[in-house]
């Protein structure tokens, strides 16, 4: 498949932290991001905000910026639910609303919601197909959106580009984009996460990195990716080796970041989500505008 309709720029905004704030700060929140010109802004969905409520109320408080989810979970809703979702929005906002989908975690889908977590690519490819040919009796979008997977290994990867429009890698290096790229081919929408910490204090960076990856390190998912890739199990002892945290998180300056993020895009990736890691919730305003002075 091509690359979605939507336009999501080079360089947008992860910010997952969204459901921390209360509905008016999270609209001045995508106000910012529309206004420094960040591409997008992905939000995600675990245990908090419905993301297609969520992502009405944001776009709604914007005139131009995107919104993708990064990611909907798949068993939170049946396949004719999430085409409903996603065109109802992107009739509401043409152009501006990228849907993400992925397969979320053991511990979120048979632990917490109840369902059957024993064989989630072969769940997705069958829940694409369902999608394809579920009903929408509704006024719909002039333009097919596109659809983007979150994607780590190479069967999700291929899959991403022959049954949608593309991946959003969560949690990965640039060398995992690289891998992606030749797997995936040239023609479907590659848009990596990328965490950051703007401090240019190594201990003090790195802190703050640990406590943001603490949750991520010893998912199955990212974890076995990234031990394709390299590491090790002493990798992922005592909040990840200073190698793991340093590939994970950038830190450093804005223009360190660019660095990074310039790693990506010459890996062949399409777009770049940044992730702002900081201690506590307040609204990273102060980061992003850092960032946009560097980057857009």
Known sequence: MTRPSVEIGRVG???GLVDALPTPEAQRAVRILEELGFGAMWIA????????????ILLSATETLPIATGIANI???DPMTMVAGQKTLAEAFPGRFLLGMGVSHGHLVAGIRKHDYSKPYSYMAEYLERMDRSHFMAVGPENDPGRVLAALGPKMLELSA????GSHPYFTTPDHTASARQIMGPDALLAPEQMAVLSTDADEARRIARAGMKI?????NYKN???????VEADFEE??????????TVWGTPDDVAERVAQHHDAGADHVAIQILQDGF?????HWRDLAGVLL
């Open 75 to 77: 068993y939170a809703r």
């Open 162 to 165: 022959s049954s949608a429009n």
């Open 45 to 56: 969905e675990a245990v908090g905000r419905d993301p297609f409520a969520s992502a009405a």
């Open 13 to 15: 905004i992860w910010f």
């Open 239 to 248: 909040g990840g080796s200073d190698r793991l945290v340093d590939a994970i």
């Open 282 to 286: 307040d609204l990273p305003e102060a």
């Open 225 to 231: 990716n990234l031990l394709n890739f390299g590491f």
């Open 216 to 220: 991520y390190l010893n998912l199955p």
